[in-house]
Nanobody, 126 residues
Framework: QEQLVESGGGLVQAGDSLRLSCLAS????????MGWFRQAPGKTREFVAA????????DYADSVKGRFTISRDGAKNTLYLQMNSLRPDDTAVYYC???????????????????WGQGTQVTVSS
């Protein structure tokens, strides 16, 4: 059974950094475009970052551009999100996701993704 498991979340102060990881199991997602989304309390889930299947193309929400970096390691079947200069409004549950099909570029719409992790909480205090 395919599974995505996020880790690396926690409680940090504004200005700190965190690196989230998403380990895939059950199948290789090395040829799947992947992404990170987040959901803050009382808000809908929103796009954070996406990466093409090859890793050569990335896309970011304006709110995180220049602060967050998405990357992947195909050999380790792992997706990463390096988050720097964290702000209180980055507080949310962060989810990794894999596209429904292999290959392709980057995708911002969550309905394009067919595989989801359970999420990891990131809390940024001021």
């Amino acid at each position: 059974q395919e599974q995505l498991v996020e880790s690396g979340g926690g409680l940090v102060q504004a200005g700190d950094s965190l690196r989230l990881s998403c380990l895939a199991s059950g199948r290789s997602f090395s040829k799947y475009p992947m992404g990170w989304f987040r959901q803050a309390p009382g808000k809908t889930r929103e796009f954070v970052a996406a990466i093409s299947w090859s890793g050569g193309v990335t896309d970011y929400a304006d709110s995180v551009k220049g602060r967050f970096t998405i990357s992947r390691d195909g050999a380790k079947n792992t997706l990463y999100l390096q988050m720097n200069s964290l702000r209180p409004d980055d507080t949310a549950v962060y989810y990794c996701a894999a596209l429904r099909t292999q290959y392709g570029g980057t995708y911002r719409q969550d309905r394009s993704y067919g595989y989801w992790g359970q999420g990891t909480q990131v809390t940024v205090s001021s």
